[in-house]
């Protein structure tokens, strides 16, 4: 997949921000398949759309969740996690009961969350690096 920079504009400048998010049930037990897969997936979106972040790529396995979202800079990876893990517990919690019997809560404290840029961190790197050798840009003040 190949994910192009799409720049978000705000009163103070614009952006690209996107996070790989993992999250997992409960002491990782596969309670995430047919009906229940399929409505936290519409949960997911939903929450998205709310908050006005874009999804990119989503996928809901027995045990685990991973989801690439685009978000808006005054939203920390904690509070984009945060975000999906507590709506979609509550509301999942309340139309199936089997997940509140088997489990005292849906979701496992935990997540991952990893920054993902449309250019790679060498690359930014190698930009900055060279600033100076640039035509035009000299490091002597001029």
Not at 24 to 36: D, E
Not at 48 to 64: S, Y
Not at 100 to 117: E, I
Request: hydrophobic share 35%; with cysteine.
């Amino acid at each position: 997949m190949t994910v192009t920079r799409k720049v978000r504009r705000f009163s103070g400048g614009v952006y690209d921000l996107g996070l790989h998010v993992v999250w997992c049930p409960k002491y990782r037990r596969p309670v995430l398949g047919g009906r229940v897969a399929e409505r936290l997936d519409e949960l997911i979106r939903h929450k998205a759309d709310e908050r006005g972040w874009e999804i990119i790529a989503l996928e809901v396995m027995p045990d685990h969740v991973h989801l690439f979202v685009k978000h808006d800079p005054k939203s920390s990876a904690s509070y984009v996690a945060n975000q999906f893990k507590g709506f979609t517990s509550r509301v999942l919690r309340e139309e199936f009961p089997h997940l509140k019997s088997r489990m005292p809560t849906l979701w496992s404290s935990s997540y991952f969350a990893a920054s993902v840029g449309a250019v790679s961190a060498a690359t930014v790197e190698k930009y900055i690096n060279t600033q100076f050798e640039r035509p035009g840009k000299r490091g002597d003040g001029s």
